[in-house]
């Protein structure tokens, strides 16, 4: 279910310009603001000015339906993310007291940190964080500003230890639904929303909804299990009414009538919360591969929820950059001679590749669950049905990607540079990684998650709990077994037949090493995508051994793992691309349990303390997130002549923005 890629930024952080990045422009400051363990940057719209005058109004229209979106997330994340979030700007605009003082810039730290993750756990390790000014100071801001009444409720919230502790529980042993502070169930148990599930799913249905995509659970009066709909006059209706008005209006300037039919059911579809409309509208969507301009906007992914059903609220407008697409263009349409090479059992692959769309985007506005954090690959919709029938549109985000690179080189250091054995395996990443890294994502996200096929009456739930990471394991395998096929250098994507091994050493010691970076020390690795590279890396370590293909050295006392043999390791991805084929496709739930526990989820302590000193040495913010362009209308004689991109330099300032323009709930 889980079909997008962040990037990793450790990954990178070197120079990183390769054909079709283009210069960096020296009057353009990529980096804008660092604290705790996040940076924000900002990024470039390249052909927004060659878009025709209709086709700027039709991305104005979308931009603004995606903002509107923005309160729902911050609910979703919590219920109390947003009468805090109110609190906290309200101190931002009218606090008289003394701005120059420590325990002010701790509580900024507080509100900067709260807008990137949209609430009060962090965006990626799902824990509350917490102010680094004492709570009597936090009481006395908000006594200043009138808040003095909301306290007795807030305070505790905010800074309780033992309340609230994970926006989506990672608890092993406790009832994950209960323990989750996330707006998606309330006063349910796990059992009792499975069971309610149960009863509801229609397991002959070929063309199944996405039962509970768009509705929070929770009790009536009687005590039964309710559903309560996110929709124009159900929860959310104030904002979904906003998304719904902009949406329209997009539709009347619309490029094409597949566009606009799409828009129309959208709509609908908010109206009603009907999910055999949102499948509809996603055919729909899925059809418009010649339109420049194209969205994201609904109830999309289900990494926030426990149990992998509620879809967090998520805009995303972007335009295509026709000139990069050539090249996810010729994966696509050699899909079926990928599909007929991959390393798994006939049985298991697609006899028919279908539609598999891909292109490359530049961003126009992030938004939701997409804000300020953001993915560089995005592949919808998320219905395994629609996806075999209709096909799917898979982009990497060019301009996003970029950004990264550019603000990495704003930066003195880098991961490479510390963890990488010696100068040759680094010259050969800065030559070739950043390539190659781009060529990975494509693989993974044109044709990985795309490829192979359900055996018949196996449901497309069954891997549970360990369904995202496996499925990003399977997707990443493809791509790494493809990125070193002879193939990709005939289809003059690769630019020579080394390139590949870049990408190979470069996951090897992000996985089994650099990642932890993120993860808290004594912590386990929980989220998927992290999981899914600690998976591979382990286990074709320990598969390896024998054959010391991949080998840990020790140098002054600093671990690296090195790849002595690329062949084998490439060897080693197909055996565990077949594996886990091989468990989605027959539902082997037990396997992939397996698989998980035993490689993904425990890090050596000795290590992870290690990277995590090695790491805060560099002085590196491990994650990233972007704030907006602002697209503004430009009047003439009461007629809009033009939509001009307007570059914001100020975090704090969108945040506040956002707060008062799109302040819906
Ligand atoms: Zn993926």
């Not at 559903?227 to 300037?253: F, N, R, S």
């Not at 997409?370 to 799917?392: C, V």
Request: aromatic share 12%.
């Amino acid at each position: 279910m889980m079909k997008t890629i962040f990037k990793v930024m450790m990954m990178t952080g070197v120079l990183a310009i390769t054909a079709g990045c283009g210069q960096k422009k020296s009057d353009f400051k990529y980096l804008l603001d660092e604290f705790a363990d996040l940076k924000v940057m900002r990024y470039q719209i390249p052909g927004w000015d060659e878009l025709t005058l209709q086709q700027k109004e039709y991305a104005y229209h979308l931009a603004e339906a995606a903002k509107w979106g923005r309160d729902i997330h911050w609910d979703q994340n919590c219920k109390w993310n947003l009468p805090i979030r109110h609190v906290v700007e309200n101190i931002l605009e009218n606090y008289k007291g003394d701005r120059e003082s420590k325990e002010f810039q701790q509580f900024v730290v507080y509100a900067k940190r709260l807008f990137f993750a949209n609430g009060i756990h962090h965006h990626y390790a799902e824990d509350k964080f917490f102010p680094e000014c004492s709570q009597a100071y936090f009481r006395s801001l908000m006594e200043a500003v009138g808040e003095g009444n909301k306290c007795t409720e807030l305070l505790p919230v905010i800074y309780d230890p033992n309340t609230l502790q994970q926006r989506r529980s990672t608890s092993t042993d406790g009832d994950i639904v209960v323990l989750s502070a996330g707006n998606f169930y309330e006063g349910v148990t796990r059992a009792e929303v499975e069971k309610y599930y149960e009863s509801i799913e229609d397991k002959t249905d070929e063309t199944p909804i996405a039962y509970g995509l768009n509705t929070k659970v929770t009790k009536d009066a009687n005590g039964n299990i309710v559903e309560i709909p996110w929709k124009i006059d159900g929860m959310y209706g104030p904002a979904i009414k906003k998304i719904c008005e902009e949406l329209k209006l997009a539709a009347a300037c619309a490029e094409n009538d597949i566009q606009k039919r799409a828009l129309g059911l959208l709509v609908k579809y908010y109206e009603t919360g009907d999910l055999r409309i949102w499948d509809e509208f996603n055919i729909e969507w899925v059809k418009d591969t010649i339109g420049t301009v194209d969205f994201i906007n609904g109830f999309i992914e289900d990494y926030n929820d426990p149990l992998g059903r509620k879809g967090a609220w998520e805009g995303y407008v972007n335009i295509k950059d026709h000139k990069a697409s050539e090249r996810s263009t010729i994966l696509s349409a050699n899909a079926q001679w990928f599909e007929d090479h991959s390393p798994v059992d006939p049985r298991f692959k697609k006899k028919e590749c279908k539609g598999i769309s891909a292109k490359v985007i530049n961003a126009v506005c992030l938004a939701g669950d997409s804000y300020p954090s953001t993915p560089i690959g995005i592949n919808l919709p998320n219905a395994d049905w629609i996806r075999k029938q209709y096909g799917s549109k898979s982009v990497t985000i060019a301009n996003i990607t970029h950004a990264y690179d550019y603000a990495a080189q704003e930066s003195p250091t880098s991961t490479l540079d510390e963890f990488a054995w010696d100068e040759a395996e680094k010259a050969f990443y800065r030559e070739w990684g950043s390539w190659a890294d781009e060529i990975h994502t494509d693989l993974h996200e044109c044709l990985g998650h795309g490829s192979g096929q359900l055996l018949p009456g196996v449901a497309t739930t069954a891997m549970g709990e360990y369904a995202s990471a496996l499925e990003e394991a399977r997707a990443d395998l493809f791509g790494l077994y493809f990125t070193a096929d002879p193939k990709m250098v005939e289809l003059g994507i690769m630019p020579n037949k080394d390139a590949y091994k870049a990408e190979y050493a470069n996951y090897i010691r992000n996985g089994l090493m650099v990642q932890f970076t993120r993860v808290e020390l004594g912590r386990p690795n929980t989220e998927a995508h992290m999981q899914n590279r600690k998976l591979i890396a382990e286990w074709c370590y320990e598969k390896g051994r024998k054959d010391n293909v991949i080998e840990k050295k020790v140098r002054d006392g600093k671990t690296y793992f090195v790849v002595n043999d690329y062949e084998k390791l490439r060897d080693l991805f197909a055996q565990l691309l077949a594996e886990i084929q091989r468990i989605k496709s027959e539902g082997d739930y037990e396997a992939g349990k397996y698989l998980i526990e035993t490689y993904a989820v425990n890090i050596d302590p000795a290590l992870h303390k290690e990277v995590k000193q090695r790491y805060e040495a560099l002085n590196l913010k491990p994650y990233g997130g972007f704030i907006n362009p602002d697209i503004v209308p430009v009047e003439k004689g009461g007629k809009i002549v033009d939509y001009q991109v307007v570059y914001n330099d100020d975090y704090l300032k969108q945040q506040l923005d956002y707060g008062r323009k799109y302040g819906a709930l």
